[in-house]
T-cell receptor, first 114, second 115 residues
Framework: SAVISQKPSRDICQRGTSLTIQCQVD?????MFWYRQQPGQSLTLIAT?????????ESGFVIDKFPISRPNLTFSTLTVSNMSPEDSSIYLC???????????FGDGTRLSIL | AQSVTQLGSHVSVSEGALVLLRCNYS??????LFWYVQYPNQGLQLLLK??????LVKGINGFEAEFKKSETSFHLTKPSAHMSDAAEYFC?????????????FGQGTTLQVKP
């Protein structure tokens, strides 16, 4: 498995501001993923972040709202831009340790927007 | 499009009773199948997975699941519930044809264990 650290673990933000979430893995991985879990809901994939290429966004998510960086094989960031109360969610990163291997998740970032 | 259905958003069992959480997928080609558990204020932890081979797979914490192609199901069971099993459980799939590793999740089932 892998140790996945997310920062911050939680935050309360004002509407209209932006927050960058960091995801650090203790081993090199090709594929990293960002998910959103809205209150009482399941997980929805926001985007796939591969090192050395642009992130691939799922339907309903756009780069202007959720810019992602993937500067190396152990690190990625997700920014939630121009936040509104509807962005209040848990944001989780995950990694795939090998082809067709299960994804492993960080503990998530619990974000509340006032 | 591939989808995952978990029957029952809430399941309540007594401590020591059988746990059965249901999961069905929709695809003609069986996907890779996973069960994850989420404890309060934590991320997701993998319980077990099915990719190929034996259709009855054993996971952590005494859980197991059986892949039934004819029923397009992957139900999760545990013979005897513990209080510590109370959590949110998610069934997820990855299409075999996928080269992205994308996970598609069910809506989740909250397991309550009563003393």
């Amino acid at each position: 498995s892998a140790v996945i650290s997310q920062k911050p673990s939680r935050d309360i933000c004002q509407r209209g501001t932006s927050l960058t979430i960091q995801c650090q893995v203790d081993s090199q991985v090709t594929m990293m993923f960002w998910y959103r879990q809205q209150p009482g809901q399941s997980l929805t994939l926001i985007a796939t972040a591969n090192q050395g290429s642009e992130a691939t966004y799922e339907s309903g998510f756009v780069i202007d709202k959720f810019p992602i960086s993937r500067p190396n094989l152990t690190f990625s960031t997700l920014t939630v831009s121009n936040m509104s109360p509807e962005d209040s969610s848990i944001y989780l990163c995950s990694v795939e340790l090998g082809t067709n291997q299960p994804q492993h998740f960080g503990d998530g970032t619990r974000l509340s927007i006032l | 499009a591939q989808s995952v259905t978990q029957l029952g958003s809430h399941v309540s069992v007594s401590e020591g009773a059988l746990v059965l959480l249901r999961c069905n997928y929709s695809s003609s080609v069986p996907p890779y199948l996973f069960w994850y558990v989420q404890y309060p204020n934590q991320g997701l932890q993998l319980l077990l997975k099915y990719t190929t081979g034996a259709t009855l797979v054993k996971g952590i914490n005494g859980f197991e699941a059986e892949f039934k192609k004819s029923e397009t199901s992957f139900h999760l069971t545990k013979p005897s519930a513990h209080m510590s099993d109370a959590a949110e459980y998610f069934c997820a799939v990855t299409p075999v044809s996928s080269n992205t590793g994308k996970l598609i999740f069910g809506q989740g089932t909250t397991l309550q264990v009563k003393p």
